[in-house]
């Protein structure tokens, strides 16, 4: 091969061994390596083309699609990386820097050195985090199911199998190393229009009394009146809303000695609930929750008043808007003291929706290792791992469509003596309003009338009491 004739200059190497860290080959064209230069820019133009055109395949669900691909995304990288670095060091070796004088051949091959060192991180931070991704979702999400819908004869996949809209139920749990079962202390609902990505975030209180079961479950023919149980020998009560999951796991005779049916149970009890059907559910541990806050470096709300916690009432969360480590955030969203479950469920109402608006990608991507390894111990679901492709481009619509909320608490809804129909025809009303894309302006609150509607109109209007549909930052932030 050609070589150069005249020796390089300092500036020379160090200048075209850089160009070449991001145009691989221009260094091996000027040092006289003219096929081998032509080779790398040439394979270097083809990952480029290949990169562009996956991205334009990808129809924007490329996020989505790379969860299937993560171990081949981590074995490329690290190669790449590998090959760039060889690359850099080559460039430098084709200049001949031995021709240099002996001070600046130290110092050219020392800043060479940390050029090749340079562009091989970010390749080696892309393999970790493909791999730590993988590891997160295998261990969260239920392995081999089938698609929702098979390819058929070219025409683009429809993932959700022609569905609208897709319900995944949120819940809150205090499972813990001394408690036997798991408590859902919180109950939400969150209905996704697959279109558009709006989303109602309906929530069950956790003290919900009678509850009804889909006749024709075994838990219907146990409890046909409704799920009732005589008082604790302390007065409370173990046939709330939230002792459904516990107890459909401590009794499996119910169900023909079938063990761990309560997630399922209380999936299909909501659906019933609310007159949808439950596609999956997703258990966060409060003190994962915590760690999950932490991650990102913590969350900013405004608290309204003191929010007290503690087994001594020894822990306080301080009014006032400042950003709240994962210990705080958690209780200012979990404490009852001095409170009542409806006030904590709005609480719980605005940390999602700072959460929301707070957990931006360039966070998540900045901290993704942290988050990562706080979901694995947050998280207990029955999404499958190959839907996931799906529900990613999914959860991107959410983030930017219309989220709103309602919450089934007195006076909207008597906790002691539910009308299921009533809470039946708000779902169904709220998840119409959805789709229609109306502007959500329409508050609940303590004075609010069961009338289970909701306004909407083009020019912000004065948010009424009366209604029962609310955005899902309503009522947060005011001191």
């Known amino acids: 091969m050609a070589q150069s004739r005249e020796p390089a200059r300092t500036g020379e190497v160090l200048g075209w061994t850089l160009l070449s860290a991001i145009a691989p080959g221009a260094g091996h064209l000027r040092a006289g390596w003219r096929r081998t230069g032509l080779a790398l820019l040439g394979v270097y133009a083809a990952l480029l083309l290949g990169a562009f055109l996956l991205y334009l395949n990808a129809d924007g669900d490329l996020f989505g699609a790379a969860t299937d691909y993560l171990q081949t995304i981590a074995v490329g990288a690290l190669l790449l990386g590998a090959g760039w670095f060889v690359m850099i060091v080559h460039t430098y070796v084709a200049f001949r820097p031995g021709r240099l004088p002996q001070g600046a ?273 947050l998280l207990r679901t029955d999404i499958p791992r190959d839907v996931l492709k799906h529900l990613v481009p999914l959860a991107l619509k959410v983030k930017n469509g219309k989220v709103t909320s309602i919450q089934f608490v007195p006076p909207l809804i008597h906790t002691g003596y539910p009308d299921w129909e009533k809470i039946r025809q708000i779902s169904a009303k709220a998840i119409r309003d959805s789709v229609a894309q109306r502007p959500a302006v329409a508050t609940a609150g303590p004075s609010a009338a069961p009338t289970g509607t909701a306004t909407a109109s083009a020019t912000p209007k004065p948010r009424k009491s009366s209604d029962s549909t609310k955005s899902l930052g309503d009522g947060c932030g005011v001191l």
Not at 123 to 143: H, K, M, P, R
Not at 250 to 273: C, N, R, S, W
Not at 286 to 306: H, P, Q, S
Request: glycine fraction near 10%; proline fraction near 5%; include cysteine.
């Open 105 to 377: 051949q130290i110092l050219t091959g020392t800043l060479a050195g940390l050029i090749a060192v340079a562009m091989i991180t970010p390749f080696v931070v892309v393999a970790n985090t493909a791999w730590t991704t993988e590891s997160g979702l295998n261990a969260i999400f239920a392995q081999s199911t089938p698609e929702p819908q098979a390819e058929q004869q070219g025409r683009p996949v429809d993932p959700w199998a022609g569905r609208k809209r897709v319900n995944i139920l949120l819940l809150g749990g205090d499972a813990d190393t001394h408690r036997t079962g798991v408590r859902t202390d919180s109950m939400n609902l969150a209905s996704v229009d697959v279109a558009s990505g709006n989303t109602v975030l309906m929530s069950l209180p956790r003290n919900l009394e009678n509850v009804r079961f889909r006749p024709g479950t075994p838990m219907a023919g146990r409890f046909p009146n409704g799920f009732r149980l005589p008082a604790d020998p302390g007065g409370g009560r173990s046939d709330l809303l939230n002792s459904v999951w516990e107890y459909a796991d401590a009794h499996p005779e119910i169900f023909g000695g079938k063990t761990h049916q309560g997630a399922k149970v209380l999936m299909d009890t909501i659906g019933y609930t609310l007159g949808v059907k439950v596609d999956w559910y997703a258990l966060v541990n409060m003190w994962g929750f915590a760690k999950l806050i932490d991650a990102i470096g913590g969350v900013t709300i405004t608290v309204e008043t003191d929010v007290v916690f503690g087994k001594f009432n020894e822990g306080l969360v301080k009014a006032g808007t400042r950003k709240l480590n994962g210990g705080d955030a958690m209780w200012y969203a979990r404490s009852r003291t001095y409170s009542d479950d409806y006030t904590r469920m709005r609480r719980q109402r605005c940390v999602i929706a700072a959460l929301l608006d707070q957990a931006d990608p360039a966070t998540v991507l900045t901290r993704f290792n942290k988050i990562a390894l706080a979901t694995k111990e």
